[in-house]
């Protein structure tokens, strides 16, 4: 059974640094991954998909890594903003799961200070 | 163009009603999820549809959920003889379809049983 571990679960850091939150799961037989932002009463945002294929993927200040035989991505964030402030979802689709559904973590809450 | 919708936004009942919460896709997407989001804990998979073929309902807790869809149009969750412990937000999804690509999210239903 695929499990996705978050690390730290909160984060709380200076506006302007670079920070890093980490994703693992079990099961590396993997369709993709994916990173998103969830703000409260606001739904989730998706950020960064990554294909099973692929090893990064890069959306401005954001950028996501993939390794997939040994079951980690990492999201790193430049230059980190107060707006930046929401928790971080990591969520992987499994091949032949149930047909395209997601697996979630648990989240990591990162707070930006200015 | 509109994102997912929900509705309502936020839901208080009584143990023991029951409760239908609906979710509006994006237009044109053939797949839908509904997620459930307990307090302090990740997202977790309730069901699945995808165009004209049976739901994916592996997900569900207990016979007490069930969800419909019209073809590629809104779904309703539907929850019998609520428990308390069915308090959480309710989120929707769709996706494209055709092959696993980027989830879309709704804002959720916030669901209190009391």
């Known amino acids: 059974k695929q499990e996705v571990t978050q690390i730290p679960a909160a984060l709380s850091v200076p506006e302007g640094e670079n920070l890093v939150l980490n994703c693992s799961f079990t099961?590396?037989?993997?369709?993709?991954l994916q990173w998103f932002r969830q703000d409260p009463g606001k739904g989730l945002t998706s950020l960064l998909l990554?294909?099973?294929?692929?090893r990064e993927q890069t959306s401005g200040r954001l950028n996501a890594s993939l390794d997939k035989s040994s079951g980690r991505s990492t999201l790193y964030i430049a230059a980190s903003q107060p707006g930046d402030s929401a928790t971080y979802l990591c969520?992987?689709?499994?091949?032949?799961?149930?047909?395209?559904?997601?697996?979630f973590g648990k989240g990591t809450k990162l707070s930006v200070k200015p | 163009g509109a994102g997912v919708s929900q509705s309502p936004s936020n839901k208080v009942t009584e143990k023991g009603k029951d409760v239908e919460l609906r979710c509006d896709p994006i237009?044109?997407?053939?797949?839908l999820y509904w997620y459930r989001q307990r307090l302090g804990q990740g997202l977790e998979f309730l069901i699945y549809?995808?165009?004209?073929?049976?739901?994916?309902k592996s997900g569900l807790p207990s016979d007490r959920f069930s969800a419909e869809r019209t073809g590629e149009s809104v779904s309703t969750l539907t929850i019998q003889r609520t428990q308390q412990e069915d308090s959480a937000v309710y989120l929707c999804?769709?996706?494209?379809?055709?092959?696993?690509?980027?989830?879309?999210f709704g804002p959720g239903t916030r669901l209190t049983v009391l």
């Open positions: 237009s044109g997407h053939t797949a």
């Open positions: 969520a992987v689709m499994n091949y032949g799961g149930s047909q395209g559904n997601l697996i």
């Open positions: 990554i294909q099973s294929s692929q």
């Open positions: 099961d590396s037989a993997i369709y993709n």
């Open positions: 549809f995808q165009g004209n073929s049976a739901p994916d």
């Open positions: 999804a769709s996706m494209k379809g055709g092959r696993p690509d980027t989830q879309y």
